[in-house]
């Protein structure tokens, strides 16, 4: 019995070692392996999502100062997180995500995005804005990253300030969305302090047929800026920037450009453009100082992280150094297509050196925060730069092919009606059948200095030869005329208008057949305008449009605007600016251009020129909307039907009659 156990005994060893083992060699193998993390889970929802995921997220908030009672008004410090994921099947290119901020937001910092309109921080969200990716405005797939999650999504630190919701409120944003074009996002879903919605492709959206590339399709808009990598080399490359007015009545004098460099880049060289500092402090004492320590920076154009650049004027255009560039040397001029199309493009060069770790040729990064202004013209508001496919130019040989370029990016802007911006012009209505002129609106253009004046009190109703005075010099007529109208005068006087460009529209007459108008422009500023262009809506009258007889003429092509365009003729396109009056003492007179435009009844039946229809609805002077009257003249008792003279009188006379027999 004995000798049976012993190896019954010897088998259970064997067997544990042998597990020892097995154990030990595992361990012996990978000495240093530890068992990998478990992956992160995903947010809530992000796991029934087979679209774009956008979440929000508020990380907390701390009281500052100073401490009010008023709780709407005490500001609150907050932290929040916006995370765009592509969880679908096709890369998302140029994502833009809009966060519906509604409680007086304004941001300090966004981590990862920018501002749509390329502003500066702070900045004032309260309606909501649009963020966009920067560095990384394009999504992968998970399907081509194998799941690489830095590389499908997209994370926004924001930092900012916040009014009026007090603790245990949590102050989350009204609404969550992609505004890419093609995608449709329910109403975000809202949990505490964390709110996300899933956008899907719009089945019924279709997108213009594009050429197959592997970069984002080149956009439409009001102002196409194209940022064009002509040459690259190790540390620097040759850039043209080429701007081309999209906008029919779109326009640009004397255009500032600005944006913001990313990684301490400097201007070297620049042709047919000028920068307005040349200030090299900025490269000696910061980086670019440190790395090029023999390079002369005396001849550097530009050190400025947000230089201003301006067109050169017409001198320049042959200079060898400076000019000689198709479209460049224009004064800062970009009109519409409709005036002149060889006049609406802008074209200019610049070398530009960079820093590492991006000093090889292959390391392009675009300038940021693009912003274009110009003298009394639209306010344009400019997106990202989006890479698209290299821009192609004819060769320079003149030979019959193409060059590309390195690589392109393209900047779109839009004309936008700020709510803060006030106007630069404004129009006065008067009538053959009313002898008050109705003027521009109270403080139209703005009002510097409402202390001495009534900024909210109506505009008084002026004399017809007041037109031609300076508002300083229209007192002592606008108040004679008030009395002899038996009007009331407000006390403090309204104040001005204070606009460099007003527009009288005058109806003229109006027979059975047709009617006439006379529009007169009046330049109060100093500075002259070159190819000025007016453009008109009318409602009502478009279709009656016949001719107009100082000026040239043309309705625009889209007929839903109903707007006709005016310019000068060759030769009279020059809207002078303010002169002195003719002896010492006298009032300085305006520029002035005039011209009348007849209208046809024939295609406007129904038209009633004296109620309103012979009026514009809107009036843009050089792109700019010009502010308009609220009321229309109304024809006066010296102008009633004599029949209603007659009548009145033999009712007042019968109503004495009766009282008397009573």
Not at 70 to 95: C, D, I, P, R, Y
Not at 448 to 473: G, R, T, Y
Request: hydrophobic content about 35%; some cysteine; charged content about 20%.
């Amino acid at each position: 019995m004995k000798a049976l156990k012993i190896p019954c005994i010897l088998i259970h060893v064997a067997l544990i070692l042998v597990c020892l083992r097995t154990q030990i060699c595992y361990g012996q193998d990978y000495p240093d392996a530890e068992s990998p993390p478990a992956p992160p889970a995903p947010p809530p929802g992000q796991d029934l999502c087979n679209g774009i995921f956008l979440t929000y997220n508020f990380m907390g908030r701390e009281l500052l100062y100073p401490h009010l009672k008023n709780a709407s008004a005490q500001a609150w410090a907050f932290k929040a997180m916006a995370t765009v994921v592509n969880a679908g099947s096709e890369e998302l290119k140029a994502w833009k995500l809009f966060v519906g901020f509604r409680h007086r937001e304004i941001l300090v910092s966004a981590t990862g995005a920018t501002i749509i309109d390329g502003g500066d921080f702070p900045a004032a969200v309260g309606n909501g804005t649009t963020f966009v990716g920067n560095p990384q405005a394009d999504l992968k797939t998970a399907i081509e990253t194998a799941g690489d999650y830095p590389q499908i999504s997209a994370q926004i630190e924001i930092k900012g300030t916040q009014f009026g919701v007090k603790p245990p409120t949590i102050p989350m944003p009204k609404s969550l969305k992609l505004v890419n074009d093609g995608y449709l996002c329910p109403a975000a879903k809202n949990d505490g302090s964390y709110m996300y919605t899933c956008c899907k492709k719009d089945p019924k959206f279709k997108a213009p047929p594009v050429k197959s590339t592997k970069f984002a399709p080149r956009q439409n808009g009001d102002l196409l800026l194209s940022y064009d990598v002509m040459q690259a080399y190790g540390n620097n490359y040759l850039a043209q920037v080429t701007m081309e007015n999209e906008h029919p009545l779109g326009r640009l004098d004397h255009w500032n450009l600005t944006w913001e460099w990313q990684n301490n880049e400097f201007i070297s060289q620049m042709r047919g453009a000028f920068t307005h500092k040349k200030d090299i402090s900025g490269c000696l004492y910061g980086p670019a100082g440190k790395y090029y320590k023999e390079f002369d920076f005396s001849q550097v154009v530009n050190c400025e992280k947000k230089p201003i650049i301006s067109d050169l004027p017409a001198t320049y255009s042959n200079d060898t150094k400076l000019g000689k560039l198709p479209y460049c040397c224009r004064n800062g001029s970009l009109l519409p297509k409709l005036m002149d199309e060889s006049k609406a493009t802008s074209v200019f060069q610049l070398t530009v050196f960079k820093l590492p770790p991006h000093d090889n040729r292959t390391a392009l990064v675009p300038p940021m925060k693009w912003q274009i202004r110009g003298d009394l013209n639209p306010n344009y508001r400019c997106g990202p730069p989006i890479r698209v496919e290299p821009t192609e130019f004819p060769d320079p040989s003149g030979l019959q092919s193409t060059t590309a370029a390195v690589a392109s990016w393209q900047v779109v802007c839009n004309i936008t009606k700020s709510e803060i911006k006030q106007s630069s012009c404004c129009v006065s209505f008067s009538a053959y059948y009313n002898e008050s002129i109705i003027p521009c609106p109270t403080c139209a253009c703005g009002c510097p200095d409402p202390e001495k004046c009534n900024p909210k009190a109506k505009a008084m109703l002026l004399p017809s030869e007041a037109l031609l005075v300076p508002f300083s010099n229209r007192t002592n007529k606008v108040v004679a005329w008030a009395g002899l109208k038996h009007l009331p005068i407000p006390k403090p006087l309204p104040c001005p208008d204070n606009c460099g460009v007003s527009i009288n529209w005058h109806v003229s007459t109006d027979y059975k057949d047709g009617w006439t108008a006379r529009v007169t422009l009046f330049n109060w500023d100093t500075l002259p305008f070159e190819d000025w262009f007016l453009a008109v809506k009318m409602d009502k009258a478009f279709v009656g449009y016949e001719n107009v007889y100082s000026f040239n003429g043309t309705r625009l092509p889209n007929k839903e605007n109903k707007t006709l365009f005016f310019q000068g003729l060759e030769g009279l396109n020059y809207l002078v600016g303010l002169t002195n009056g003719t002896r010492p003492g006298e009032p300085q007179v305006p520029g002035k251009q005039q011209s009348v435009i007849s209208f046809l009844k024939k295609k406007t039946p129904n038209i009633d020129v004296q109620r309103g229809d012979g009026f514009p609805a809107k009036v843009y002077f050089n792109g700019e909307e010009c502010a308009l009257p609220k009321d229309f003249p109304k024809r006066d008792a010296a102008h009633k039907s004599a029949v209603n003279i007659v009548l009145i009188i033999f009712i007042t006379v019968l109503t004495f009659v009766l009282i008397q027999d009573r």
